[in-house]
Structure formats: structure tokens, C-alpha cells
């Protein structure tokens, strides 16, 4: 029964994570705000939502303009790299929770709050890192200087269905359900012991999917780069949050709960942007490239990380100029690396990778990930790799050599042909120091996995591609035997593109 309702979770989310294939986060966040917007006026044409279509969608259009506008303004003129999404992000985002524009002076204040929220992205900032949901400051400033209070109109019945669909892909997509869980929890358990809800089950009903609290948690508590990517860190600050958000003793609005937030994660695991320069470009299979940059003074990650890499371009596509890549160099070597496929009909993110030159300029950001070894060295480990899911092992395997860790480690690499095997000279490195390293051009099934690896059931499994792939061998190892407990999965949305 318990390994039936594990192999349904685990569909579920496969199914998510198809969803969420080829699209980046931000534009994920972007495509799910404006289907909320969409949904709110045609609410509105039927008298569900407090406003009128016209009045929704010409202040929307208003605001969102203003933070493009803003946010290109002061993106060229700091010479600072800007997100193509974010500003159409943060416009959507004020569009459903300030009250809509309907004269002159509205205009004016909406504009003006518009405005302090791109700006903060800019101003408030340390080591090139901006402090505040940008969104919770606008909301801040039109209320606390222009005493025009958000009225949260987002929270209501008719939203609610789309706020709950469209938030399980983001929480997928972010990593954040633990994150939305303990703030929930935090808001309910505040709910039924502290205004005596729980015994009305409809007043407690009515006041989840009536309150601006679900599109507070899914969409501003678990923005990115204003929330921490550490689980301990994550679990504190939604507490802080949640205890602030509800507590009426605290007499917080929604936006200062999420900027005491925001501040706490700055003191506790501040999110730094750096700024890195690019070394060279290295072929290390058939359309598999490897980009090296230089390591920023004092930068220090465990291999498996991952960082958030964005380019400046103009031109962008539907995948914007942010992707979030795993670091393929080992904490042991001088400089940052990633590597990616690169198609014949590549993104624009990945045109302009192609055509970086000796000393351009990235930013990197955002380092976090949990896909790491275990700190037990006597923990037998095995990696599955899919194609270009071979890159956080290429990190743990070079640090292992140069540490000269007798960890009992495999690696079973899988491709479609000899061709794309990336990393070859290392791994026979790898060979000659003790680690056994199994290239496979067939399917990983699992007769084929009980082969290369007799002791799986006492083995750690790492398991990192396409997330067909790691979906495939989650299923081949569940029906083998292996407990969940022992699958740690890393996959890669939209990789090839």
C-alpha cells in the first residue's frame, strides 16, 4: 500500500515536472500571473471579482508599463544586467493587489509605488544583491507614504481554483512546498486556536480561499531571490513570516510581514550576486560545451550546487536571460564551470553563450542545492547520469580525486551514442584512482543496474538528467526493492534548448 501510494506521488509530480519542462522559473511565474489577471477579468464580467474589466486591465497595463519603463531606465543607466520577466513580473504582481487606478491622482500613486519597487532592486542593495521583494516594497510605499493601503483583491473565491493549480507548478518549479507548508501551517494553526475557527469549519473554510493568504505564500513568500535557498533558513523564515503575517498582536500588513522576512534572510543567508568573467569555451562532447569563468575571492559551494546565471542581451525568447545551472567544477579547482547542450536551434541564452569573448561579464547568484554526498564517508554511493545530468558528478568526482577520498562511489553515465560522452580524460582519472565509472549506450533497466551494481540495496543513489530519465529509474529501483529513502533526484527542465 505505502509503495503503491509512493510510486502515485511520485507520478504526480513527474506529471508537474512535465509541465514545467522548457520553461524557465520566472517566465513559469509570468504566464501564471497573467492567466490570474485573465481570470480576474472575466470574473469581473460577471460581477465576481470588485472591479470592472476596464477598470483591471487599464490600471494593469498602466503599472506594468511604468515598471518596464523604470526598470530599463535604470538597468542601462547603473549598466547593471536586467531579467526581462522580472519587471513584468513585479507590474503584474501590484496590478492584483493595489487597488486599480480610476483618476488622475491614483494614477499617480500607483505609478510612484511602481516605480520605489523597481528601484529597490537597484538602490537597496549589498555586493550587487537586492534585499527586498521588490513587489512588498511598492505595496509598502503606496501605503505607509501615500496612505493608499493594498486592498489584496486578488484573494478572492472565483481566483481561488487558479491560484491552486497554477501554485503547485511554481511550487514544483521553486522547490518550495516545504517553504509554502510551514507558512500555511503557521496561518491555520494561528486561525482555528486564535479566533476560534476551528470549530465553524465553513468560517474556517471561507477564510482560506477568501484571504489574499494563498497568493501571498505561492507567488511573494517563495520569490527567489528575497527568500532563502537554505531548508533550515527557508523553514525559519516562513515561521517568521507566518507568525507575523497572522499575529494580530504584531499589527503587520501582509507586505512588512514579507519584508521582515526578507531582512531576516539578508542577516542569516544573504543571497550575493557576483559578477564573473569569462575565461574560455571548451568542446567536451558532440554539441556539449563547457563555459569557465573566474571564481569570485572567497566563493565556496559543495559540489552539486548550483548557481543562477544571467546574461545581458536585448533580444530575449520565451526562456529569458536566466538559467539556473549546475556548477560542473569542483570546489577544489580555480575557476567556475558549467556545461550545456547546445542545439542546433539554441535559445537566445544559449546564442549568447556561443558568443562571449575573453573577459565578458555574467552575473552569478543564488547558489544553493541539496544534490551534495552525504557527510557519512562510509556511505557506499552510485550516480545515474543522463546526458548532460553527468555535470554535478563531474564536480564530485574531480573533488574525490584531488582529495584523495576513498569514498565507495560508482558512476553509471548513460548517452545514445559513444559521441556524446563528455569528461572522458577525467574519468580515467577517476578509474586509476578507485572509482568504478560504467559508460552505458544501452537502456538502464533494471536488470542492467543489479549487474553493474549487486549491492544496490546499500547504496545511496544519486540520480541526475532529463526528467524522463530520472522518472524511469526512480520506477526501475522502487520495483527492485530500494526504499525512497535512499533516491536523492536532480533533474534538468528544458535542457537541451
Given at each position: 500500500?505505502?509503495?503503491?501510494?509512493?510510486l502515485?506521488?511520485?507520478?504526480?509530480?513527474?506529471l508537474?515536472?512535465?509541465?514545467?519542462?522548457?520553461?524557465?522559473?520566472?517566465?513559469?511565474?509570468?504566464?501564471?500571473?497573467?492567466?490570474?489577471?485573465?481570470?480576474?477579468?472575466?470574473?469581473?464580467?460577471?460581477?465576481?471579482?470588485?472591479y470592472?474589466a476596464?477598470?483591471?486591465?487599464?490600471?494593469?497595463?498602466?503599472?506594468i508599463?511604468?515598471?518596464?519603463?523604470a526598470?530599463?531606465?535604470?538597468?542601462?543607466?547603473?549598466?547593471i544586467?536586467?531579467?526581462r520577466?522580472?519587471d513584468?513580473?513585479?507590474g503584474?504582481?501590484l496590478?492584483?493587489?493595489?487597488?486599480?487606478?480610476?483618476?488622475?491622482?491614483?494614477?499617480?500613486?500607483?505609478?510612484?509605488?511602481?516605480?520605489?519597487?523597481?528601484?529597490?532592486?537597484?538602490?537597496?542593495?549589498?555586493q550587487?544583491?537586492?534585499?527586498?521583494?521588490?513587489?512588498?516594497?511598492?505595496a509598502?510605499?503606496?501605503?505607509?507614504?501615500f496612505?493608499?493601503?493594498?486592498?489584496?483583491?486578488?484573494?478572492?473565491?472565483?481566483?481561488?481554483?487558479?491560484?491552486?493549480?497554477?501554485?503547485?507548478?511554481?511550487?514544483?518549479?521553486?522547490?518550495?512546498?516545504?517553504?509554502?507548508?510551514?507558512?500555511?501551517?503557521t496561518?491555520?494553526?494561528?486561525?482555528i486556536?486564535?479566533?476560534?475557527?476551528?470549530?465553524?469549519?465553513?468560517?474556517?473554510?471561507?477564510e482560506?480561499?477568501?484571504?489574499?493568504?494563498l497568493?501571498?505564500?505561492?507567488?511573494?513568500?517563495?520569490?527567489?531571490?528575497?527568500s532563502?535557498?537554505?531548508?533550515?533558513?527557508?523553514?525559519?523564515?516562513?515561521?517568521?513570516?507566518?507568525?507575523?503575517?497572522?499575529?494580530?498582536?504584531?499589527q503587520f500588513?501582509?507586505?512588512?510581514?514579507l519584508l521582515?522576512?526578507?531582512?531576516?534572510?539578508?542577516?542569516?543567508?544573504?543571497?550575493?550576486?557576483?559578477?564573473?568573467?569569462?575565461?574560455?569555451?571548451?568542446?567536451?562532447?558532440?554539441?556539449?560545451y563547457?563555459?569557465?569563468?573566474?571564481?569570485?575571492?572567497?566563493?565556496?559551494?559543495r559540489?552539486?550546487?548550483y548557481?543562477?546565471?544571467?546574461?545581458?542581451?536585448?533580444?530575449?525568447?520565451?526562456?529569458?536571460?536566466?538559467?539556473y545551472?549546475?556548477?560542473?567544477?569542483?570546489?577544489?579547482?580555480?575557476?567556475?564551470?558549467f556545461?550545456?547542450?547546445?542545439?542546433?536551434?539554441?535559445?537566445?541564452?544559449?546564442?549568447?553563450?556561443s558568443?562571449?569573448?575573453?573577459?565578458?561579464?555574467?552575473?552569478?547568484?543564488?547558489l544553493?542545492?541539496?544534490?551534495?554526498?552525504?557527510?557519512?564517508?562510509?556511505?557506499?554511493?552510485?550516480?545515474?547520469?543522463?546526458?548532460?545530468?553527468?555535470t554535478?558528478?563531474?564536480?564530485?568526482?574531480?573533488?574525490?580525486?584531488?582529495?584523495?577520498?576513498?569514498?565507495?562511489?560508482?558512476?553509471?553515465?548513460?548517452?545514445?551514442?559513444?559521441?556524446?560522452?563528455?569528461?572522458?580524460?577525467?574519468?580515467?582519472?577517476?578509474?586509476?584512482?578507485?572509482?568504478?565509472?560504467?559508460?552505458?549506450?544501452?537502456?538502464?533497466?533494471?536488470?542492467?543496474?543489479t549487474?553493474?551494481?549487486?549491492?544496490?540495496k546499500?547504496?545511496?543513489?544519486?540520480?541526475?538528467?532529463?526528467?524522463?530519465?530520472?522518472?524511469?529509474?526512480?520506477?526501475?529501483?522502487?520495483?527492485?526493492?530500494?526504499?525512497?529513502?535512499?533516491?536523492?533526484?536532480?533533474?534538468?527542465?528544458?535542457?537541451?534548448?
Amino acid at each position: 500500500m505505502l509503495k503503491q501510494l509512493d510510486l502515485t506521488v511520485r507520478k504526480f509530480i513527474r506529471l508537474l515536472d512535465h509541465i514545467n519542462d522548457h520553461v524557465t522559473s520566472y517566465r513559469l511565474v509570468l504566464y501564471f500571473l497573467l492567466t490570474i489577471l485573465g481570470w480576474a477579468i472575466i470574473g469581473s464580467l460577471f460581477q465576481q471579482v470588485p472591479y470592472t474589466a476596464g477598470e483591471i486591465v487599464i490600471s494593469a497595463a498602466w503599472v506594468i508599463a511604468v515598471c518596464w519603463l523604470a526598470n530599463l531606465g535604470l538597468s542601462r543607466f547603473l549598466d547593471i544586467p536586467a531579467n526581462r520577466e522580472s519587471d513584468l513580473i513585479t507590474g503584474l504582481i501590484l496590478s492584483l493587489i493595489l487597488t486599480p487606478a480610476a483618476h488622475g491622482g491614483s494614477y499617480t500613486v500607483v505609478a510612484l509605488a511602481a516605480i520605489a519597487a523597481m528601484a529597490s532592486k537597484y538602490v537597496i542593495t549589498l555586493q550587487k544583491s537586492h534585499i527586498f521583494n521588490p513587489a512588498a516594497v511598492g505595496a509598502f510605499i503606496a501605503g505607509e507614504v501615500f496612505h493608499k493601503y493594498p486592498a489584496w483583491w486578488v484573494g478572492t473565491k472565483f481566483i481561488t481554483p487558479v491560484l491552486v493549480i497554477g501554485g503547485l507548478l511554481v511550487l514544483r518549479k521553486m522547490n518550495r512546498f516545504i517553504m509554502f507548508g510551514v507558512f500555511g501551517a503557521t496561518f491555520l494553526l494561528y486561525l482555528i486556536y486564535g479566533t476560534n475557527s476551528g470549530s465553524n469549519h465553513h468560517l474556517l473554510w471561507s477564510e482560506i480561499i477568501s484571504t489574499q493568504v494563498l497568493f501571498f505564500g505561492l507567488i511573494m513568500l517563495t520569490e527567489p531571490v528575497t527568500s532563502p535557498a537554505r531548508f533550515n533558513i527557508g523553514v525559519l523564515y516562513a515561521l517568521v513570516v507566518g507568525i507575523l503575517y497572522t499575529d494580530s498582536r504584531f499589527q503587520f500588513t501582509p507586505e512588512e510581514a514579507l519584508l521582515a522576512g526578507n531582512l531576516l534572510t539578508f542577516l542569516l543567508a544573504r543571497n550575493r550576486r557576483y559578477q564573473v568573467k569569462f575565461i574560455k569555451r571548451i568542446e567536451e562532447a558532440e554539441n556539449i560545451y563547457s563555459y569557465l569563468f573566474t571564481k569570485p575571492p572567497g566563493f565556496k559551494f559543495r559540489a552539486g550546487q548550483y548557481l543562477e546565471w544571467t546574461v545581458a542581451h536585448s533580444k530575449s525568447d520565451r526562456r529569458g536571460n536566466r538559467r539556473y545551472l549546475t556548477i560542473a567544477s569542483s570546489p577544489s579547482e580555480p575557476g567556475l564551470m558549467f556545461t550545456i547542450k547546445q542545439p542546433p536551434r539554441a535559445s537566445a541564452f544559449k546564442q549568447m553563450l556561443s558568443q562571449l569573448k575573453p573577459g565578458d561579464k555574467l552575473l552569478a547568484s543564488r547558489l544553493a542545492g541539496s544534490f551534495v554526498l552525504p557527510n557519512n564517508p562510509a556511505q557506499k554511493v552510485a550516480m545515474l547520469a543522463g546526458g548532460v545530468g553527468i555535470t554535478p558528478f563531474r564536480s564530485m568526482i574531480k573533488l574525490a580525486i584531488d582529495n584523495k577520498d576513498k569514498r565507495d562511489m560508482i558512476l553509471v553515465y548513460t548517452a545514445s551514442n559513444q559521441d556524446e560522452f563528455a569528461y572522458r580524460d577525467l574519468f580515467e582519472k577517476a578509474r586509476a584512482a578507485g572509482i568504478a565509472v560504467h559508460l552505458v549506450e544501452e537502456r538502464l533497466d533494471a536488470k542492467l543496474i543489479t549487474k553493474l551494481l549487486p549491492d544496490f540495496k546499500d547504496r545511496r543513489f544519486y540520480i541526475s538528467g532529463p526528467y524522463q530519465f530520472v522518472g524511469a529509474m526512480q520506477n526501475e529501483l522502487i520495483n527492485l526493492g530500494a526504499a525512497s529513502t535512499q533516491l536523492v533526484t536532480d533533474f534538468f527542465p528544458g535542457y537541451g534548448s
